[in-house]
């Protein structure tokens, strides 16, 4: 292989302009690949420029972006984790390997690269790099086509939607709660919820939030891809153009229990809630992500009627 010398650029935010360039190259890399090569994480906030703990890393060959690395070093005990794009033209000739070499360049040694989607380019070079596999993501779907059976809710138990300017602070700390030992959902802040908020995917209706004795113990968040548009510094663009082009397709986003009410029922009752949702809508599909190592969550989500599709992986330099 013969490589190409590229300029690699950190930045700690981008510009509107770099940030356009950047959604525009993830858009040619998830129409070549079927499937976005960055997580929702840093697609919300690439769009807002980035935040101060991550930093961005600008790919050149010539005038041309022919790469983007986004690296998170929030995490203090897991370490710093990176995704990355090359376009399809400037795939073969060293690039990846040379972005990968800046971002590590940048971490205290521990570095974490995420691959996304079984066929991903990130997963053969992460290999040839030395990075051993750590985690898996798997990404579930179900028809929604195929009858829903109707929830069994716990005694004492009733449900509503969410209430923007008045949840807030109950969902975060069940959610934080429900995820302590989760390496991602856990740690949410109230701006990360806000964050969301803005997004123009977000809908309360879609947000149900289980009660017992007036307080919160569960919650089952829904989204729905490829029907909205997205604001990027306040220029509004389909959301289509952002994902690989599909019909729209609901997901499960997050089913979180207290630990006081675990074990009775409630996660699969309002996970049936939110697909009644969804299938109302209109939607053919749902989709969700889980843990592999979470088999009970995927033993539920199977009973359900949900099967693997995808997989997402993680990769531990060693």
């Not at 509107?16 to 950047?22: A, I, L, S």
């Not at 993830?26 to 991550?54: K, Q």
């Not at 977000?202 to 029907?227: C, I, M, P, Q, S």
Request: hydrophobic share 40%; proline share 4%.
């Amino acid at each position: 292989m013969t490589e190409v010398a590229a300029r690699i650029e950190r930045h700690a935010r981008l510009d509107p302009d770099e940030v356009r360039r950047v959604v525009a190259l993830v858009d040619e890399v998830t129409a070549h690949d079927g499937v976005r090569p960055l997580s929702e994480h840093v697609m919300l906030h690439l769009r807002y420029g980035g935040d101060a703990p991550a930093r961005n890393f600008l790919v050149h060959v010539g005038d041309e972006l022919a790469g983007y690395g986004h690296l998170d070093t929030t995490d203090a005990v897991e370490g710093a984790s990176a995704e990355l794009a090359i376009a399809p033209a400037h795939r073969g000739v060293g690039l990846g390997r040379q972005l990968v070499e800046a971002i590590a360049a940048d971490t205290d040694g521990r570095l974490r690269l995420w691959a996304h989607g079984r066929d991903s380019g990130a997963i053969e070079l992460a290999r040839s790099m030395g990075f051993r596999r750590e985690r898996v993501l798997w990404q579930l779907r179900r028809s929604l086509f195929a009858p829903v059976p109707e929830p069994q809710w716990p005694v004492g138990v009733t449900v509503r939607t969410f209430v923007v300017g008045q949840d807030e602070e109950a969902w975060l700390r069940v959610n934080n709660r429900a995820f302590a030992q989760h390496p991602d959902q856990g740690s949410w802040t109230l701006d990360d919820v806000r964050m969301r908020e803005q997004e123009p995917w977000f809908d309360a209706a879609g947000f149900f939030l289980a009660e017992r004795d007036g307080e919160l113990v569960g919650f089952h968040w829904t989204k729905v891809h490829g029907a909205q548009s997205t604001t990027i510094h306040g220029t509004q663009e389909g959301e289509h153009d952002h994902d690989h082009h599909h019909d729209p397709i609901g997901e499960v986003y997050v089913v979180g229990v207290d630990p006081v009410m675990q074990g009775q029922g409630l996660g699969p009752a309002l996970t049936l809630r939110g697909l009644q949702h969804l299938r109302a809508r209109g939607l053919s599909q749902v989709m969700l992500y889980v843990d592999e190592t979470n088999t009970n969550a995927i033993r539920t989500y199977e009973r359900l009627g949900f099967a693997k599709w995808d997989v997402d992986v993680c990769f531990l330099q060693q």
